[in-house]
């Protein structure tokens, strides 16, 4: 039996996550910024007519923004998070088996289903529509690679109303659609091997659908192999429910204004730490090494410029922020030179292992272990209830000097009380 | 002494921590429990609890699709929603004729009334001072949610 698999994409969603509740916003361009709004991370339609392109820094879009009345807004990403969440609960009402791919992407293994799919996909826009308020594009095919191209025929060409069903099509149908999608389109085929298949005259997706496999296993990885017997309908990718745990955690950001002190840095690096050892136990896993990095501007030439990083190794692995935020700050020590404009820190936790599988040595402190434990769970547990950040060390600082710019992010509309939207009565 | 409701399940705490083999936390956990281990028998009522009642079970029917909003105004004072409320917003629920709904009127979320008439929609407030607001075709229009419930403080 052919496998149905759909991929489910939110529209534009940052955006409309903000149009939800800032109804005013409907039918004007809109843009939201990343991090210390810098570029552009998710546009409107509108903004996206007017030219607007992804990943532009705002700096050089404040001419056409005043000139097309382009509103701007700061990522509000607990908003986005807690309404990604709503609608991956609902997806999960619509298939047995769900994958949550992104912030606003998930699959869905439709095989087997006893409706019409395109009904079906139509049925899971109108829902979340209804219940989320967030407009979404559904594409279905014989495997995940297809489905990602047929979510991008379905949000690109009117006439499929936003659900499209490669497996409806005839293989002569499909195949002038494929013909139609440049190769880079394709998941997981990057500039660089777009680059490479083009010098080969590989240019459409049915151009690379009709490669021999193995000539693509011997030019390029068993990888990309994958991908073209996936074009072909061979579903090679399995749904995966859970995300596998991550070996690295990464937490870094670049400060709203540069910071020279140690104190200030230091604040940013528990700041830091302290995220990573979250999201640590989250995954319910120790860290044997923290990696800690410094950096001045590299686009001010005119200014000093110094980059330093270290890598320590823990005593032993732990998930205990106060450890970490020791080790943390002996590194950021050790790297640290006066006379410098610093624009970012960052923290890499490295030797990462799950928790359950934790040696035990002969001179382990049993006790302090189970009170590091229940002191973490007891943190965690104040602020996924309290709101992040509720509970922390007074080493990551109070006036916080180096904190992101967001100067206009709007108010966290589903997690905090006094944060509610208002209506007129 | 104390109070004797959850005796049982102190009581079994401090058996497991009898059998740790680390003294100190042994020892913590017993001066922690002092006070409450009992030497009687274990509470009749201990078969019978059934936690606790939780107002989101009652007020919340569709987790993913409800919203809270805060009030501004006194326009529905007739039916008890008062300035500075807390609305209870589900938007899966069918708008139907008579129902309390946030609507989005020209850019704006406001609380009235819904009703359904042959000639368009009417918005209606619970106020002497609010005429009903019939809702011209140029105006921009939409039902955000219907109102469940109102939370007021008393």
């Known amino acids: 039996m052919q496998r149905a698999i759909a991929l489910v994409d939110c529209d534009n969603f940052y955006v409309s996550c903000e149009r939800l509740f800032q109804p005013q916003l409907e039918g004007k361009p809109v843009v939201v910024l990343s991090n210390n709004d810098g570029c552009v991370v998710s546009r409107s339609q509108e903004a996206k007519d007017l030219g607007i392109g992804m990943a532009l820094p705002w700096y050089q879009l404040q001419d056409a923004a005043r000139k097309h009345g382009i509103i701007a807004l700061s990522s509000n990403y607990t908003l986005y998070a807690d309404l990604s969440n709503r609608v991956m609960s609902l997806l999960s009402q619509f298939s047995p088996d769900q994958e949550i791919y992104s912030i606003d992407e998930s699959f869905l293994d439709l095989s087997g289903i006893p409706a019409d799919l395109t009904d079906y996909g139509q049925q899971i826009r109108r829902a979340i529509w209804q219940c989320v308020g967030i407009p979404v594009c559904v594409g279905i095919a014989a495997s995940k690679t297809l489905a990602k191209l047929a979510s991008h025929v379905a949000k690109k060409q009117p006439y499929y109303h936003s659900v499209c069903d490669f497996n409806r099509m005839t293989d002569a149908e499909l195949d002038i659609m494929l013909d139609n999608i440049e190769v880079g389109e394709i998941w997981g085929v990057g500039k660089r091997s777009t680059a490479q298949l083009r010098t080969m005259g590989i240019h459409t997706v049915l151009d690379l659908k009709h490669v021999s496999p193995m000539c693509i296993r011997n030019k390029f990885s068993v990888v990309l192999e994958r991908t073209v017997a996936e074009l072909n309908g061979v579903s090679c990718l399995k749904l995966e429910d859970a995300p596998p745990p991550r070996q690295q955690i990464i937490c870094s950001r670049s400060f709203g204004s540069p910071v020279s002190n140690l104190p200030d840095l230091g604040q940013a690096v528990i700041a830091y730490t302290t995220r990573a050892a979250e999201k640590l136990r989250g995954q319910h896993s120790i860290a044997g090494g923290i990696h800690i990095y410094i950096r001045t501007n590299p686009h001010k030439i005119n200014e000093p410029q110094y980059q330093q990083s270290i890598l320590i190794a823990l005593p032993e692995p732990t998930d205990d922020t106060r450890k970490l935020c020791h080790t943390a700050l002996n590194g950021l020590r050790q790297i640290y030179r006066n006379g410098y404009a610093y624009q970012k820190t960052g923290v890499i936790l490295t030797a990462i292992t799950p928790a359950s599988g934790q040696s035990r040595t002969l001179f382990d402190d049993i006790a302090a272990q189970h009170q590091s434990s229940a002191l973490m769970a007891t943190l965690d547990h104040i602020n996924r209830r309290m709101g992040s950040g509720t509970l922390r060390l007074l080493g990551e600082g109070v006036k916080k000097n180096w904190a992101m710019r967001r100067k206009n992010m709007s108010r966290r509309y589903t997690t905090e009380w006094s944060e509610l939207a208002v209506c007129r009565s | ?154």
């Open chain 2, 1 to 154: 002494m104390q109070s004797t409701f959850h005796s049982g399940r102190h009581n079994s705490r401090a058996l497991l921590s009898l059998v740790h083999p680390n003294k100190e936390l042994f020892q913590r956990q017993r001066a922690l429990l002092r006070s409450t281990i009992p030497a009687g028998f274990p509470s009749p009522a201990d078969d019978y609890v059934a936690g606790h009642l939780s107002l989101d079970e009652h007020l919340v029917k569709h987790k993913e699709s409800t919203f809270f909003m805060r009030v501004a105004g006194v326009s529905m004072r007739g039916v008890g929603i008062y300035d500075g409320d807390l609305l209870v917003v589900d938007r899966a629920v069918p708008a139907t004729h008579g129902c309390v709904v946030i609507a989005v009127v020209d850019g704006e979320f406001t609380v009235k009334q819904l009703l359904r008439m042959p000639e368009g929609p009417v918005l209606r407030a619970a106020h002497p001072d609010y005429p009903d607001q019939p809702i011209k075709p140029d105006q921009d229009f939409s039902i955000w949610g219907v109102v469940q419930w109102n939370v007021h403080k008393v």
